[in-house]
T-cell receptor, first 117, second 114 residues
Framework: NAGVTQTPKFRVLKTGQSMTLLCAQD?????MYWYRQDPGMGLRLIHY???????AKGEVPDGYNVSRLKKQNFLLGLESAAPSQTSVYFC????????????????FGPGTRLTVL | AQSVAQPEDQVNVAEGNPLTVKCTYS??????LFWYVQYPNRGLQFLLK??????LVKGSYGFEAEFNKSQTSFHLKKPSALVSDSALYFC????????????FGSGTRLLVRP
């Protein structure tokens, strides 16, 4: 099993450009999450999904959109990139309600390093 | 509002010595608590969790953590540090709702010197 994979690994954008980050998991997990990691701030939740076709806002959703058209994929979009969105983005997945909280630790992808000039 | 505090940006320890990485939390109700580790240029890896029961939780790579409800703390410990333990450690908490969202602390960098 590949676990959680993220595409691309690195990207440089100019202000105003758009892009989509792809997250894929092969563990049949119901729940998926997008975080951003900034120095000294830990990880902050951008958006999450509790199942195919559902999405919800996290702590810092502004400037981002997401879609979960297939259970195994969770896409994060930036419609008009800004320098403040320079960060490392992590995707995670977990079993969800079927696993119960005792078995709901999140599994993380390797991250995407995004620089917006 | 829920929050997690990791008061130390960095912890330095000599190889073979015990280590402690501190974490305190603020959350209504009974929390679920986690520790994750991040090695350079990698994603986060799960270390251990406290759900209920015994206050001393054992996890991966010889790490353990002690849940203290009265002090609202969940400190990570290891009896004998290894150079390979050097990494960034995150404490996290989740409320007992169906979203299982995690609130992370700011992270503590652990440096183990030979």
């Amino acid at each position: 099993n590949a676990g959680v994979t993220q595409t691309p690994k690195f990207r440089v954008l100019k202000t105003g450009q758009s892009m989509t980050l792809l997250c894929a998991q092969d563990m049949n997990h119901e729940y998926m999450y997008w975080y951003r990691q900034d120095p000294g701030m830990g990880l902050r939740l951008i958006h999450y999904s509790v199942g195919e076709g559902t999405t919800a806002k996290g702590e810092v959703p502004d400037g981002y959109n997401v879609s979960r058209l297939k259970k195994q994929n969770f896409l994060l979009g930036l419609e008009s990139a800004a320098p403040s969105q320079t960060s490392v983005y992590f995707c995670a997945s977990s079993p969800g309600l079927a696993g119960g909280l005792r078995n709901n630790e999140q599994f993380f992808g390797p991250g995407t390093r995004l620089t917006v000039l | 509002a829920q929050s997690v505090a990791q008061p130390e940006d960095q912890v330095n320890v000599a190889e073979g010595n015990p280590l402690t990485v501190k974490c305190t939390y603020s959350v209504s109700g009974n929390p679920y608590l986690f520790w994750y580790v991040q090695y350079p240029n990698r994603g986060l890896q799960f270390l251990l969790k406290y759900i209920t029961g015994d206050n001393l939780v054992k996890g991966s790579y010889g790490f353990e953590a002690e849940f203290n409800k009265s002090q609202t703390s969940f400190h990570l410990k290891k009896p004998s540090a290894l150079v390979s333990d050097s990494a960034l450690y995150f404490c996290a908490v989740t409320k007992r709702d169906s979203s299982y969202k995690l609130i992370f602390g700011s992270g503590t960098r652990l440096l183990v010197r030979p």
